[in-house]
């Protein structure tokens, strides 16, 4: 199907575009109140992640809405570690929790290796989208990072510091290693299932990229990432790969690289610094402080514009730092959006 | 009183040491049984803190037990706020709760400027180790840097993205700069009085640096800092001052222009980097990943030895780059002591 807006696909090309693209990480969450109606519905997070209509409609809600120029598939990363025999819960005001997590070999020997057959609820909600959207912008697939997803399978919850899975790692690295590589071979399942749904760009999520040192990085981390894009990039070359690897400044020069296309930066990260670093052939995607919607009108004008001259107009994807915090006001950020499409 | 072991005082002027001194952030804490049983004979976190001579007592503990080049003074950088007014409560397991909060301008403006009085159980305490370390170390004094101190007023508690905190930079930026300035000051009084004390040195510990964006940071934290360095600097040029800026690896040049002897690294900095950046006339401190210290011993020796040679000997504080896990084996911290010590 030939969509009818693909400025996102164009800028993750580095094709030419008229303005950059702009979506935004949970874009599709607590922010809309219509969201919150379709929440309202079902006892909980899991039942909205696993019911691909309710998944299908909350995907589609800011394109409508905020009018950004893609969809993101409504999902969790942590679906990976529940295909994998680790089911979690979401518990508000306090994030996912594991009843099983895993101290050593024996429960990574019982893991087991998702394939898409797993996950089946995810690719049915994206071929449901596929279809609603009807052409009219691209549909981001994703997962989470094999670290990201080893942090949350050891420590068992969110953590400020994940010394858990970061003591996993210094004690029992081969067994690490072990457990990265089933992640990595479940998360190529699931990513290719989405693939063949229907999504339409790819981005890997190692939301606790910074909290390790650049060594760590280089060995746990790192690699498992660049295999992923690799093997994603032979299973289907037209399909763009984005990797955003938060708080980890100094992986945006390895990065550049790898197979990855986009690079997703924090709004720690220096724009110009980054692409030098990135080189010319990425695309880098970011960055504004997602507190910035808190404030008035003007100044997120100001800012905004600030970002999108900073970043320039060619292999540029606007978007935050980090995800939209719940409690922005809707109409803020649209604003937002509107500055970068140039309405405002 | 003359030291008798003068290393830390000479490596932060950038004199001639044998070898590098080491210290490490939470010395004095949980990860020591000899802490834990002092700990038990008091209600709760905050009676420790302010009872001089049981702080003196747990400050010199890691001296005995783990053979550091330093003592720091043990109490807590959120003093501050409760000597300006908002009395915080330290719930184990969850960190510190502030019962009111700094919401607008009038909260400001009921809150005191702290005085050396206000804190008159630091200085005590301060007091009672000086005596009672007789010459053998050096002392640290320390406090919270404003931005960090603002962060737990406005929030009312620790948080991954201090987003409450963040919104009221954008949405209040004047009362955060009245509020900043405020806090700065009662800092400056409380180091100086910690200095008349016969604090050695003294340390800034901006724990919330890196989820500011550097625009932020240049324009809500940095000044701040700065100019508490240059005030103390003229109150007792022979005092060495440290700032410890978590996560901001962008402020490391800026603090190179400063009159900060000492810029702590955490374990995401890149050590020759961060030499380039610092300048050459700064002293670096840090940096290892407090999550190696749960490694076997032939990982922390080859680790911590490649460390050293990244520093090398010279302007250079052995240190982690963050905080003791309390969950640390006390033989391994001694251990990592000692092979920065060559005496394992």
Redesign the interface.
């Known amino acids: 199907m030939i969509l009818k807006n693909n400025l996102l696909l164009e800028a993750a090309r580095g094709g030419p575009v008229n303005r950059p693209p702009v979506w935004l990480m949970r874009q599709a969450g607590r922010v809309l109140p219509e969201y919150r109606a379709v929440r309202k519905k079902v006892k909980n997070f899991r039942e909205l992640v696993t019911t691909p209509e309710l998944a299908a409609e909350v995907t589609i809600q800011p394109v409508d809405i905020l009018g950004v120029d893609a969809a993101i598939i409504f999902s969790d990363i942590l679906v990976i570690p529940e295909a994998m025999g680790l089911p979690y819960e979401m518990i508000e005001e306090k994030g996912p929790v594991f009843r099983k997590t895993v101290r050593g070999e024996e429960d990574i020997e019982k893991l087991e290796i998702a394939a898409g057959d797993n996950l089946r609820y995810v690719t049915d909600a994206i071929r449901i989208v596929k279809k609603e959207l009807n052409g009219r912008v691209p549909l981001i697939g994703f997962a989470g990072a094999p670290w990201t997803i080893l942090a949350y399978m050891v420590e068992g919850h ?1 953590s ?2 994940f ?1 858990e899975a ?2 996993f ?3 029992c690295p081969d067994s690490a290693h072990r457990l990265l590589g089933k992640i990595a071979k479940s998360t190529v399942n699931y990513l290719k299932s989405q693939v063949d749904a229907g999504a339409d760009i790819l981005q890997l999520f190692d939301s606790w990229a ?1 909290i ?3 060594a ?1 990085y280089a060995s746990f981390a790192f690699p498992y990432l660049r295999d992923i894009g690799k093997e994603m990039k032979l299973y289907s070359p037209s399909t763009p790969l984005t990797v955003f690897a938060k ?4 992986s945006v020069k390895d990065f550049g690289q790898t197979d990855y296309d986009v690079i997703g930066l924090d ?2 990260m ?1 724009i110009g610094g980054s692409r030098v670093l990135a080189g010319k052939n990425k695309t880098l995607q970011g960055n504004m ?4 919607l ?3 009108y003007e ?1 997120i004008r100001k800012e905004t514009r600030k970002m999108l001259e900073a970043f320039g107009k060619e292999r540029y994807i606007a978007n935050l ?2 995800g939209l ?1 719940p ?1 922005t006001d809707k109409d803020k950020v649209k604003f937002f959006v509107d500055v970068i499409k140039g309405e405002v």
């Open positions: 969110g400020k510091t010394s970061r003591k790692l210094y004690t910074g390790l040192s650049p760590q708080g980890a400044f100094f709004w720690n220096d402080d997602p507190a910035l808190y404030a008035d100044t730092g980090h915090y409690d």
